[in-house]
């Protein structure tokens, strides 16, 4: 069985988005031929509130290393954790390669300074290494903060500077769709014929649903009884999903009766995961009138099975993409496993689209980018129409559970083994499934 070590400075029981990734992966590499170990971050040295219940997901044969960062406390030089624990991050990998047989290192970002560590641990030690773009790296030129030497503009220009020597000399690019990773490949040209690429969506997982209905939790942002049609939203607020957000707002305002008794639940959209007043749906639905009376925000994040019993419990899933194509959000998976209808709003090419659409588990209005979203605030209260009556008839056994299996996170985590081993130039067989 070949080895990956995989960096991933955030992991449980740090409750940011990216966890995720990796703690997917792992469940299923083992069965896959490639036994994982995760190097991380001691978890005094996060500084967002911890989700010690995210640990009860993680296999408990995983074999874990941790190492300490630079403290933010009581002197807060650097807040990044890819930063703060570079050095004892590196470090640790230099000794496991030369303690044991490590094949493959695998950098999922953000952190996006942790990718410099696999270029560094090739040229001393000739480790193949590859990248996984959660996120892309070097943004766009337009940043709605950003100013001329603000924080913003120094991130882009060092994107711009580090990211070349990362990818150097990878041997594999990977990333949540093919748009994440395109125009690495454009500016880094050799890329092309030097390594294997993969694109490889979140996926969902059964098991997280099933530690749900063993939590026999109920929820605490609402009353889960009241008569109302609520569709939840859990998940971070996008720069870049606010124009279609305020689309939405101002329909609503536009055509209240068609929205009676509907209320939209936003969870964990704050400016930051974990500050209580760090509203920014609510700005958006005061400025037009609809924040009384249609909707609700928890600005902080709260622990991933609990948003999990939220979305149960409410009466739909609310997905609201970007403006940016290739951007694929995690909650449609966990919206069509929490078995409730799904109501999206999608650039007309994010593949998150295709998944709800050819699973039958809801609706898409769809949009052609940042020149057409004046059509979501036209199409949105009759697109709603259509799919309130869609949920008042929904049965979960009519969903496709069968177009939904190459959205599985088992399915998913076959297609980076096999990007791995095409990029050592191994053919492993693989494992039959554990069904």
Not at 69 to 82: D, M
Not at 274 to 298: F, I, M, T
């Amino acid at each position: 069985m070949n080895t990956v070590l995989i960096v991933a400075p955030y992991f449980p029981p740090s409750n940011l988005a990216a966890v995720h990734r990796t703690r997917l992966f792992v469940r299923h590499l083992k069965e896959l031929g490639w036994e994982p170990i995760v190097l991380t971050v001691q978890p005094e040295f996060y500084e967002e509130d911890l989700d010690w219940k995210l640990t009860e997901l993680v296999p408990d044969d995983l074999r874990i290393e941790r190492v300490p960062a630079l403290p933010t406390e009581p002197v807060r030089i650097v807040g990044n954790v890819g930063i703060r624990s570079f050095v004892p991050v590196l470090r640790r990998i230099l000794q496991l390669e030369r303690r044991e047989q490590i094949d493959f290192l695998y950098v999922p970002i953000p952190p996006h300074f942790s990718a410099l560590l696999g270029r560094i641990a090739h040229e001393l030690r000739g480790l193949p290494y590859g990248i996984d773009y959660i996120d892309p790296w070097v943004q766009p030129q337009w940043h709605p903060d950003e100013q001329l030497l603000n924080k913003h503009w120094w991130a882009r220009k060092l994107a711009d500077l580090l990211e070349p020597i990362a990818v150097k000399k990878a041997s594999l690019i990977t990333g949540v769709s093919e748009g994440y990773f395109d125009d690495v490949l454009e500016r880094n040209p050799h890329l092309k014929e030097q390594a294997v690429t993969a694109a490889m969506p979140y996926g969902g997982e059964e098991a997280d649903h099933q530690a749900v209905a063993e939590m026999d939790a109920e929820p605490y942002l609402f009353d889960g009884t009241d008569d109302s049609f609520r569709l939840v939203y859990a998940g971070a607020l996008l720069p870049r999903a606010r124009e279609p957000l305020d689309r939405v707002f101002r329909s609503i305002a536009a055509s209240p009766e068609a929205f009676e008794n509907v209320r939209f639940q936003f969870i964990g959209t704050g400016s930051s995961p974990d500050d209580p007043e760090g509203y920014q749906v609510r700005p958006l639905a005061e400025k037009y009138g609809v924040w009384e009376s249609h909707v609700d925000e928890h600005p902080a994040r709260i622990p991933y099975l609990d948003a999990l019993v939220h979305q149960e419990a409410a009466e739909a899933v609310f997905i609201l993409g970007s403006t940016e194509p290739h951007y694929t959000p995690s909650k449609v998976y966990q919206g069509v496993l929490a078995e409730k209808p799904i109501l999206a709003i999608l650039h007309e090419e994010s593949s998150a689209g295709a998944v709800v659409q050819n699973t039958g588990a809801g609706h898409v209005l769809d949009f052609a980018g940042a020149s057409d979203v004046e059509s979501i605030e036209q199409t949105f209260a009759d697109t709603f129409a259509q799919f309130r009556a869609f949920a008042s008839d929904f049965d979960p056994g009519r969903v496709d559970r069968s177009r939904f299996e190459q959205y599985s996170a088992r399915s998913v985590t076959e297609t980076l083994a096999d990007a791995m081993n095409r990029s050592i130039g191994v053919q492993a067989p693989v494992a039959p499934r554990n069904d």
